[in-house]
């Protein structure tokens, strides 16, 4: 198991923060896990050497999170500038070594109120196939959906939501995110979303609610959330996504969760 930090609610998701990258490698996580927002708006000197940086500090950044800005709608973005920004992005992730891209982005998939939802499904599906797959299959990763709480998006806010839609996008090469605070949010069942759901589960982010690293303890629903995961036989990575308060308990969290 591989365990890595998300870094969008700790720091900046516009100007690399270099001191938390320094202490997320120093705290002994396997990766950092950087927002699409960031990667996608650094200008090409910036971004070369944020790669440089982290290959000297030896920090993999295996995943991405928060794919895209809120601008930036399926529905009604420009459907050529949506694919040359897609591009972009993907040329930038490969040479980060990215494996698995998050997409959550509530913003930038919240469906018009006289949209109906089997259209916004449709629409979707189109542009998950037609925009991300050819890049996918190119530099060989996958992209996970992540199931977002109602504050945040009108669209695909439950695992099993989001595992009915992805059954008839019928590709492998996309997955869902299941994040404990969402899921515990929208009062989803851990049981069923294990015993149904796992092998659509390509990537899992923790946080209590509030994004609260658990760095001391967990609540009793997080913690059966991942035990129960694990126990289904969940052997892929896992991130941490939340609020960083301390640097020193960046180091905490990881040694308690290597002990659920």
Known sequence: M????????????????????RAVKEAGFDYVELPGTLIGGLEEERFAYLCRFLEDIGLKCKRICALLPGRINFLTYDKADYRVYVEMLFERFSRLG?????YGSGMSRNIP???????AESRFADILVKNYLPCLVKYGMTLNIEPLRTEETNFLNTVRQTALFLEKVGDPHFGIVADTMHMMTMK?????????????????????????????SYSTECRTFIRTMLDHGYQKAISFETKCEKIEDLKSALTLIRAI
Request: net charge negative; glycine share 6%.
């Open 2 to 21: 591989e365990y890595g930090f998300a870094t969008p609610f700790a720091c900046s998701q516009d100007i690399p923060d270099y001191d938390f990258l």
């Open 188 to 216: 989803e069942k851990p049981e069923e979303i294990s015993e149904k759901y796992l092998d659509y589960i390509g990537h899992f982010h923790v946080s209590e609610i509030g994004r609260v690293l658990p760095a001391h």
């Open 98 to 102: 990215v494996e698995s891209i998050g």
């Open 113 to 119: 109120e006289n949209m109906p939802l089997p259209e």
